[in-house]
């Protein structure tokens, strides 16, 4: 599964249900780049039993703002709608995989 990239208008309801990993980003950011195919990664081994999701800071400006998006990249993990763990900067991929169980 690829990952999924959020809107304001899809963001309440993906986060809902289960875990999901959210990338808060930007194309211009030189650490998102990096993360970026860790995230796909994930996706794929993740498939079916958590999301890998990515918020683009510069087209989202009102998710950003409600989580007060600082600097990024930031990784949000939710679990049922709820936040359960937040990272800042290029996080390793056993970090992120922590972060979802």
Request: proline share 3%; hydrophobic share 45%.
């Amino acid at each position: 599964m690829a990952v999924i990239h959020l809107t304001k208008d899809n963001f309440d309801e993906v986060i809902s249900k289960g875990t999901v990993l959210v990338d808060f980003w930007a194309a211009w950011c030189g650490p998102c780049q990096m993360i970026a195919p860790i995230m796909e990664e994930l996706s794929d081994e993740y498939d079916g039993k958590a999301v890998i999701a990515k918020v683009d800071i510069d087209r989202e400006v009102e998710l950003a703002s409600r989580f007060k998006i600082r600097l990024i990249p930031t990784i949000i993990c939710f679990k049922d709608g709820e936040i359960s763990s937040k990272a800042y900067g290029a996080e390793s991929k056993e970090h992120m995989i922590e972060m979802i169980s």
